[in-house]
């Protein structure tokens, strides 16, 4: 690997890193602040909604700026929700903002993959990359179940400076100010991230447009993008399937909180390690398929997403940690050794359709659509009364029945247009 690509996986650790503490910590403050349940499961709905109003401009920004310069500010803008969140706005609008950075952000990480390495070890980068996302996952839940709860809590509030009131006064409070170091060292590490030998792809702006003329544009190039990659014939089935992964996925980071504390009784610092231990399992898989699985061959991992859909719908007849954790981590597996082929696949056909930024913008747009929808219909039903084990089945029956049609169209698609499948896969294979 370049020596750039260690540069990328050290921002993106840190920066994930402080993502996810700061999840736990923003549930650990709205509890604080005696917020209803539903409040705490709009944190996540919350955090994907710029994913979802940007998708049209970030990845056209990531693709017209050396994408180093687009993490470095989309890290600024995180900061910013923290110093917001810190001096009282309230937590879901400060959370969102933070949530605004983290969509400008993947755009110009997932881009960089691209621009600096050839097709050959896409696979293997995907690998590494979520790999240490969810090893950051794992950190980050367990950093963020410290910093609020137990003798690191009241060891940063014992802190205090002579003839100034800070007015940091609670144990969410002080846990952000250590996020926000943390955001500044990803900062750091994006300032030393080379420049790539990529052609920046302009805003395609008209100078005979006002400035809403020159944004309708940028919205109809955004879904000119996202058509094409969902008319691509491996394009699509690699968007559904990651679609529907992360969709899943992103709340159910939420709903083994919910879960733990209802079948477990466990408290947010307890709970926060049962997320970590699902992240374990994922990472593992992760690492696993970056070793064994090859782009040509990504397609023949979908049957495992009807396997987690099941898995899922198990969790509702597990009542003991210790029967718990292997289970969670055999469930995480399962994804990351599925989704790591899936995700290169597309990434690869995104890259020779449209440009790198642009396709993790249009994947990033329906991943968040799908956690936004699937949030906001949790968050619905908990304010309605719905318990985690409600969900749980909800989300198991979803997940089962989905990847089940996803199978079904590959199949659809591979009977019916073989000799642009077989073309398409032979370019994964010499495309370098």
Known sequence: MKRGFYTIMSAQFFSSLADNALFVVAVELLRAKNGPEWTRAALVPMFALFYVILAPFVGALADSRPKGQVMFASNAVKVLGCLMMLFGTYPLAAYAVVGLGAAAYSPAKYGLLTELLPTSQLVKANGWIEGLTIASIILGVVLGGQLVGGPVSAYLLSFDLPSFDTSIDTAP?????ILILIYGLAAWFNRQIPLTLAVMRPFKQNPTHSHIGNLVVLVNDFWHCNSRLWKDKLGQISLATTTLFWGVSGNLRYIVLAWSAVALGYTTVQA???VGVVAIGTAVGALIASMKARLDHATK???LGIGMGVLVLA????TNVWIAIPFLIFLGGLGGYMVVP???LL???GHHLMGAGRSIAVQNFNEQV??????GMYAFSTSMGMSAF???SCFGVFVTIMMWVIYRWHAYNHQHYRHELATLIVSTRHDD
Not at 315 to 318: K, L, P, Q, T
Not at 370 to 375: E, S
């Open 301 to 303: 991992v979908i049957p």
């Open 315 to 318: 969790m509702n007849f597990i």
């Open 173 to 177: 409070e002080a846990a952000i100010c």
């Open 390 to 392: 409600g969900a749980i």
């Open 342 to 344: 899936m995700n290169a």
């Open 347 to 349: 990434q690869h056909r």
């Open 370 to 375: 799908c956690i936004l929808i699937l949030g």
């Open 272 to 274: 926060s390690s049962l």
